[in-house]
């Protein structure tokens, strides 16, 4: 089992940044592929970024590409989503989220195990 804890969101004007955290639970950290995902208001849940169980390959949606950075910390159990220059568009609700399967690159929300509760990232303009 894989509990995830997200934080960091919060209210920035477009053009801003903010680094969101996700801490996790369990000894088995470092054999998941880690993916942070998104949801705006009335729509679905997407794939934002997610990084190798090395560490040592990041993925992005295009929609981000430039302006996010995935990262984790194996010492602290955590991994991170910078993200600057952002836009109104960014807005939604952001989940930490750990893939335990072998695939190398998973998108698709069903191919994650463990989620967070959320975070809520706000970019007004």
């Known amino acids: 089992q894989v509990q995830l804890v997200e934080s960091g969101g919060g209210l920035v004007q477009a053009g801003g940044s903010l680094r969101l955290s996700c801490a996790a639970s369990g000894r088995t950290f470092s054999s998941y592929v880690m993916g942070w995902f998104r949801q705006a208001p009335g729509k679905e849940r997407e794939f934002v970024a997610a990084i190798s169980w090395s560490g040592g390959r990041t993925y992005y949606a295009d929609s981000v590409k430039g302006r996010f950075t995935i990262s984790r910390d194996y010492a602290k159990n955590s991994v991170y989503l910078q993200m600057n220059s952002l836009e109104p568009e960014d807005t939604a609700v952001y989940y930490c989220?750990?893939?335990?399967?072998?695939?190398?690159?998973?998108?698709?929300?069903?191919?994650?195990?463990?989620w967070g509760q959320g975070t809520q990232v706000t970019v007004s303009s």
């Open positions: 989220a750990a893939h335990a399967g072998g695939s190398l690159y998973p998108r698709r929300d069903q191919e994650y195990d463990y």
